[in-house]
Nanobody
Framework: QVQLVESGGGSVQAGGSLRLSCAASRSTSSIPCMAWFRQAPGKAREGVARIYTASGNPYYADSVKGRFTISRDNANNMLYLQMNSLKPEDTAMYYC??????????????????WGQGTQVTVSS
């Protein structure tokens, strides 16, 4: 089992930046993949970015490509999401999650077994 705690959310103006952090309660070296999701009010949860443990390769949703960067610090059991050039449509609750076995390209929530409680990001125009 692993507990995940997100932090770093807040309110910014469009064009601003935020860095989200996700702290895991134990080593994440055995977790094949970790990801960031977000959920806006009245909308379904959507995958934002994922990163694989073995390769370190990141993948991004088209809506954030070129603006967001996912990274991880395995030594300190941390996952990050650097968000630049933020837009009002990025407003949502952001969650980190760990994969059971794999991270499918469609970000199926069924792939993920542990979730954090979320951190709110609000972008004003």
């Amino acid at each position: 089992q692993v507990q995940l705690v997100e932090s770093g959310g807040g309110s910014v103006q469009a064009g601003g930046s935020l860095r989200l952090s996700c702290a895991a309660s134990r080593s994440t070296s055995s977790i094949p993949c970790m990801a960031w999701f977000r959920q806006a009010p009245g909308k379904a949860r959507e995958g934002v970015a994922r990163i694989y443990t073995a390769s370190g390769n990141p993948y991004y949703a088209d809506s954030v490509k070129g603006r967001f960067t996912i990274s991880r610090d395995n030594a300190n059991n941390m996952l990050y999401l650097q968000m630049n050039s933020l837009k009002p449509e990025d407003t949502a609750m952001y969650y980190c999650a760990t994969a059971r076995v794999r991270c499918s390209s469609d970000y199926s929530p069924l792939d993920y077994n542990y979730w954090g409680q979320g951190t709110q990001v609000t972008v004003s125009s």
